[in-house]
């Protein structure tokens, strides 16, 4: 039940904005956000838990729909720190949030 | 700063050489991780520790075991690495069950394998 993400990869110009889907056929406990820089570690943007759920920081949002079966990041006035892949992390059960079934990333680049 | 080491940052191994990779926190989280990453693919989940208590998952290679001494330490022993088996290894602690939890990340092993 691996979460589908699209778009595959995005081109941004600095400034522009970009929206990244991560969907799954059956309903969803939570979603995870990460971004991963070339060469280095992911790191942590937010976890979504509850249907209609929307979180933010600064220039980059996500929300969680009722159904819990889709999660979209919002990445607004793209700069060029954002380029990276971009991650959604999944759990089903909350018995079962210790363990998260990745999506196969967005790449996103930002060029000036 | 409280975080999640990984010694060494690079690793060059022989086919066939046993190899141990090592992992620690001072976070003080209960649950560690062990991610292999291809290049251009997600983190693959190979095991993760809640304490003591070890899971493995149902498709991670024999080749492949781990230790976990105390709360602070985990170990990734490849006992004969294949030239399949080059990726980066990624370590990864959070808390226990009652969240979700984030994932801390820490800079990863980078495996070659000659």
């Known amino acids: 039940q691996q979460p589908v993400q699209s778009p595959q990869a995005v081109i941004l110009r600095e400034g522009e904005d970009a929206v990244i889907n991560c969907s799954s056929s059956k309903a969803l406990y939570s979603v995870h956000w990460y971004r991963q820089k070339h060469g280095e570690a992911p790191v942590f943007l937010m976890i979504l838990l509850k249907g209609g759920e929307q979180k933010g920081h600064e220039k980059i949002s996500a929300s969680f729909n009722e159904k819990k079966q889709q999660s979209s990041l919002y990445l607004t006035a793209s700069q060029l720190s954002y380029s990276g892949t971009y991650f959604c992390?999944?759990?089903?059960?909350?018995?079962?949030?210790?363990?998260?079934?990745w999506g196969l990333g967005t790449s996103l680049a930002v060029n000036p | 700063d409280a975080m999640v080491i990984q010694n060494p940052r690079y690793q060059v191994t022989q086919f066939g050489k046993p190899v141990t990779l090592s992992c620690s926190q001072t976070?003080?989280?209960?649950?560690m991780y062990w991610y292999q990453q291809k290049s251009s693919q997600a983190p693959k989940l190979l095991f993760h520790?809640?304490?003591?208590?070890?899971?493995n998952e149902a498709d991670t290679p024999d080749n492949f075991q781990s230790r976990r001494p105390n709360t602070s330490f985990c170990f990734l022993d490849i006992r004969s690495p294949g030239l399949g088996d080059a990726a980066m290894y990624l370590c990864a602690t959070s808390r226990p069950s009652g969240g979700p939890y984030e994932q801390y990340f820490g800079p990863g092993t980078r495996l070659t394998v000659t």
């Open positions: 992390g999944t759990s089903l059960h909350p018995g079962n949030n210790r363990k998260l079934i």
């Open positions: 520790y809640y304490d003591k208590d070890f899971n």
């Open positions: 976070l003080n989280h209960n649950v």
